[in-house]
Each structure stands twice: as structure tokens, then as C-alpha cells.
């Protein structure tokens, strides 16, 4: 099921699927049978627009992070916000299950505001993470 269809410029954003992917991090890419799924989903909604591979212009793949549960095959999908005070890194937060739009919700989770440098340091490391590796034509 397509959850999102959004017109932009002349063109359609379609997706996202909901793959499980337990493989390598560095190897991120959307899967030729994922873009024919959301391709029919789309000519299926949209009979008018008659997409045919051809007409994708690029297609990516990114990975949201869900919370392990034992009872829970397929992660736990409820968002999470973990602190990694444990893990050696005081000061750092990670959201599993959200997807990047709920980013804003966030500030929700902690009472008090993040300690000095820690936004910067966070706006540092996503700006110089990886963005084009799993763009595909």
C-alpha cells in the first residue's frame, strides 16, 4: 500500500515500502521489486498517470530504525526515544521507529533543553553523512 503520494514539480513522489532489511548498511539500495510494487500501486490508484518503468526517474532507499522486542518479528513500531547515556555517549539520543517527519515531536520526550554544543554537534555529524550512495536511476 502506497502510504504517501505527493505531486512535486511536474512529477510524483510514491512510497515508501516497508521492507525488512537486516543486510549491510553500506549497501542500501532500493530493490527493483520495490519499485515495481509502489509503480503498479500507483497505476492502481491513478489509472490516468499509466506509469511505466521508464517513467521513474530516480528512486532511493533509506532504513527506519525500529526497536528490537522479542515478541515482534518485524521490530516494534512504536516511536522510541533511547538514551545512550549507557552506551558511553552522555548527552546522545536515538528515535527508533520514526520516520525523519517526526523529528519535531521529539522535543516532546525531554524535559529539559539538550545541553550546550550537543545540536551543533548533532547538526555536524547528519550534514556530513552520506545522502547520494543509495540514489538510483
Do not use: C
Not at 8 to 35: Q, S
Not at 46 to 61: Q, T, V
Not at 77 to 84: A, C, P, Y
Not at 104 to 110: F, G, H, K, M
Amino acid at each position: 500500500m502506497i502510504r504517501r503520494g505527493v505531486p512535486w514539480r511536474g512529477m510524483h513522489y510514491f512510497g515508501p515500502t516497508e521492507t525488512v532489511y537486516d543486510g549491510n548498511i553500506d549497501d542500501i539500495r532500493p530493490e527493483e521489486e520495490e519499485i515495481e510494487f509502489l509503480r503498479a500501486e500507483a497505476n492502481y490508484l491513478l489509472p490516468g498517470l499509466a506509469l511505466k518503468r521508464s517513467d521513474i526517474l530516480f528512486a532511493w532507499a533509506g532504513v527506519r530504525p525500529l526497536t528490537w522486542d522479542p515478541t515482534l518479528p518485524d521490530g516494534k513500531r512504536s516511536r522510541e526515544v533511547h538514551d545512550l547515556k549507557s552506551e558511553g555517549l552522555p548527552g546522545v539520543y536515538a528515535m527508533t521507529a520514526g520516520p525523519i517527519m517526526t523529528h519535531r515531536s521529539v522535543r516532546s520526550y525531554r524535559e529539559k533543553p539538550l545541553p550546550p554544543g550537543i545540536l551543533e554537534l548533532l547538526i555536524a555529524a547528519a550534514q556530513s553523512a552520506a545522502t547520494t550512495s543509495n540514489l538510483q536511476a
